[in-house]
């Protein structure tokens, strides 16, 4: 099977620019890009300039998002016509979800608890590979549902 490549990236939204912060052992290298903190302006560029489109899925934490803006614009990025409106929110019942099909065959269900998840920050952009991924995981299922969560993705139960 192949191999997902993911990774966690944390950005800070400050000024009107992002600014990606290294971890922490990044500080300690002897690259300086690898410890470099500057300014990007928008988060295609963070993106192009970081090569993070090779990753099949990017966790990103923010600083927040509360409008869903950067989300909105994660989605764009991988080509997904999938957005959060804040006032869809205002009209949804505690137990009603967002729902997205990336892909054929797989859904993403946004509930509550992930929903929560992207307005505090924690985002997704994952590939297409990504999702076609999760058929290949279960095959003897022949639709899967995802949810979003703290630690990535889920199967839904």
């Known amino acids: ?14 000024g009107g620019v992002f600014w990606l912060l290294p971890n922490l052992l990044d500080l300690f290298s ?3 890009r690898k410890a470099s ?3 990007y302006q928008s988060l295609l560029e963070l993106v192009q300039e970081n090569f993070l489109n090779r990753y099949d899925l990017v966790h990103f934490s923010f600083n927040g998002d509360h409008d869903f803006f950067h989300f909105n614009d994660l989605q764009a990025i991988r080509s997904f016509n999938f957005t959060i409106e804040e ?3 205002g009209a949804m019942q505690p137990d009603e979800v967002l729902l997205f099909e990336p892909v054929d065959r797989v859904t993403v269900e946004l509930d509550q608890k992930g929903l929560s ?3 505090s920050g924690k985002a997704f ?3 297409a590979n990504y999702f076609k991924h999760w058929l290949k995981r279960v095959p003897q299922q022949d639709k899967v549902t995802l949810v979003w969560r703290k630690s990535g993705f889920e199967l839904k139960q």
């Open 30 to 32: 002897a690259s300086k």
């Open 125 to 127: 952009c994952a590939s």
């Open 1 to 14: 099977m192949d191999k997902i490549l993911s990774k966690k990236i944390k950005v800070n939204w400050l």
């Open 117 to 119: 998840l992207i307005h």
């Open 87 to 89: 006032e869809q929110l």
């Open 37 to 39: 903190v500057r300014p």
